[in-house]
């Protein structure tokens, strides 16, 4: 399981930058200003993690990529982003996922009346290629998601939450994407369940290729399985760093995984070192 | 018993037409969650279209006048005014409506429920007009003959077209990757958009459909009534239909039209005269206020799935 990642993401540092978001500054409504100059990479075959508490810009970083953004009323206001040495940014969801860009949302946003397997076919909406192609596809996120094969004619919205979280990222493998982005694929699963879809995540990324970044609140878990991480925190990336230094890097521990050494911190005196730290770097 | 059959069958017949209305609603609902007031003034204007693309296209183009082929080029540019209506509404109305409440989508509905009738009489005229489609409305012979029922040709003609463009439809809905995609959309704006299937396409596709089920109600009511005003009232009948049928099931709308149509009739001929009569016009919304109180989802309306 350990060789896959490093050799995936020595390759990957090799080529130049597959996606970037160069300083991008997200403002909601005209007025609430979200992200404040977020930059980040994400290399070829590579899985990046962004990190971050509840309300940090997480979510908001991967619609201004997929550019869902507009349906929410948000708009990038500064900043580029690029993806295979093309601009993204004003293109629509539609064209990101004919070009091999497709998010998957946060709160998995199956759709409830159809069966599993229409919400899969639908994930092929954007190809123009033969049913026996599509067919293929299918198949192929049945071999990785052998749970959704069992329950395809079920409609989705009475499958358990595990399941429409593997058939929304079904779904969206259905588009054959270069680059997944994956809001909180852990929110509200069992550890187990959440154990077995980034297993899958790790699969696909190695097997068949697929970029993904993704966004997690369970810090823990998003290191063990990413490669590069990058930390968010008010709309700004504070620290970054390959997932293994991360993971015991010791303000990294403080702050998000809640391991201090000297026992538990006030919030008040937590929020004061940080905000002390960050003038500094 | 043979004049019972013949009220029934009549019932049945004229709630196929209540269906027919019914079904513009289904399709915007289902494809947009959007509870499409302006269906009825919809109707009004595709058949007010018609009727007046039929009176000046014989000064225009030198066609015989009632000619059938002054009828189906007014057809086709009745469908196209439709389609442009669909386009229009979509990018004026909805676009900038994205993922807003559904309360907020039924008031714009409301409010271009009012733009349409307006521009529809302001264009054509508020004058009654007849509408023939070269139906007669006299009853069938042979049944008559056979079991001396009377059923009038034109709403059997009528019936049997409303049949095929629900099946159509069905088909359309359940079997093909629009059909799948419209479904999709339905259920979630946002999770659709993210999969890459351009809401906008989708809604025009949606309206342009319902445009043309709003041209094909309005032309067989207008042949019926007379094509004016009123037609937009059409859409109140089939407000009973859709909370008996369901609001998201093309069937549903059928049977529910099927049920308020006969049941409406049966109603009239046979407890009416111990109530004083005119029961046909309210009987319906009883039925409904009866229904929504047992299965408030409808006949074949999808149950809302919560997970608890």
Redesign the interface.
């Known amino acids: 399981m350990n060789t896959a990642p490093t050799s995936a993401a020595s390759t990957a540092s090799a080529t130049a930058p597959y996606l970037s978001v160069n300083n991008v500054e997200v403002i909601y409504d005209h007025v609430i200003l979200v992200l404040k100059g977020v930059s980040l990479q994400v290399p070829k075959g590579g899985i990046v993690a962004l990190l971050g508490a509840n309300g940090a810009g997480k979510s908001t970083t991967l619609k201004s990529i997929s550019n869902l953004l507009r349906a929410e009323r948000g708009d990038v206001t500064k900043g580029s982003i690029d993806f295979k040495g093309a601009r993204i940014d004003q293109m629509t969801p539609n064209d990101l996922v004919k070009r091999g860009v497709i998010q998957v949302m946060e709160g998995r946003h199956c759709f409830g009346h159809l069966t599993i397997e229409e919400n899969l076919l639908t994930g092929a909406y954007t190809r123009s290629c033969s049913r026996a192609e599509i067919k293929r596809s299918l198949d192929l996120v049945y071999t990785y998601f052998s749970r959704l094969k069992t329950r395809r004619s079920s409609q989705a919205g009475y499958t358990s939450g595990g399941e429409q979280q593997m058939c929304a990222i079904g779904r969206a493998i259905m588009a054959n994407p270069e680059m997944v982005l994956l809001d909180e694929p852990s929110m509200g699963l069992a550890p187990q369940i959440v154990e077995e879809i980034f297993e899958i995540v790790k699969d696909l990324n190695s097997k068949e290729q697929v970029s993904f970044l993704l966004a997690e609140q369970n810090t823990m878990v998003a290191l063990r399985y990413a490669d590069f991480g990058y930390i968010l925190e008010n709309g700004r990336i504070v620290m970054e760093g390959e997932a293994k230094e991360l993971a015991t890097n010791e303000d990294v521990k403080e702050f998000y995984l809640g391991l201090g050494g000297e026992g538990r911190k006030s919030f008040r005196e937590v929020k004061h070192y940080r905000r002390r730290k960050r003038w500094l770097s | 018993m043979q004049f019972f059959l013949e009220v029934l069958i009549g019932g049945l017949l004229s709630g196929v037409l209540y269906a027919l209305v019914a079904l513009g609603f289904v399709l915007i609902f289902k494809a947009s969650g959007v509870f499409n007031f302006a269906q009825g003034a919809m109707v009004f204007f595709a058949a007010l279209t018609f009727v007046g693309f039929q009176e000046v296209l014989p000064g225009w183009t030198g066609l015989e006048e009632g000619g059938s082929a002054v009828f189906w080029l007014a057809f086709a540019l009745a469908l196209v005014s439709m389609i442009i209506l669909g386009i229009l509404t979509e990018k004026i109305v909805l676009r900038p409506l994205?993922?807003q409440p559904h309360i907020t989508l039924f008031m714009a509905t409301i409010g271009l429920s009012y733009l349409i009738e307006g521009i529809a009489q302001g264009v054509w005229g508020a004058n009654v007009r007849g509408l023939d489609l070269g139906i007669e409305d006299v009853p069938v012979e042979w049944l008559m003959e056979s079991s001396n029922i009377l059923v009038s040709k034109f709403d059997l003609v009528a019936a049997g077209i409303a049949g095929v463009l629900v099946a159509s439809l069905a088909l359309l809905f359940q079997y093909t990757?629009i059909g799948?995609?419209l479904?999709?959309v339905?259920?979630?704006?946002?999770?659709?958009?993210?999969?890459?299937?351009?809401l906008q396409h989708i809604w025009v596709i949606v309206w342009g459909v319902a445009g043309f089920v709003a041209l094909i109600a309005g032309m067989i009511w207008g042949a019926r009534n007379g094509v004016q005003f009123a037609l937009t009232y059409t859409a109140l009948k089939a407000l009973p239909v859709l909370i008996l049928g369901g609001f998201t099931s093309v069937p549903g709308a059928i049977v529910g039209g099927l049920i308020i149509g006969a049941s409406e009739k049966l109603a009239e001929v046979y407890v009416g005269p111990f109530v004083g009569g005119g029961i046909e016009s309210w009987f319906p919304y009883v039925l409904a206020l009866l229904f929504l109180l047992v299965r408030p989802e409808g006949l074949f309306g999808?149950k809302h799935?919560d997970?608890v």
């Not at chain 2, 339905?186 to 351009?198: E, F, K, N, V």
């Open positions: 994205v993922n990757k799948r995609a479904r999709a339905a259920d979630d704006h946002q999770a659709a958009l993210s999969i890459g299937i351009p999808e799935i997970r």
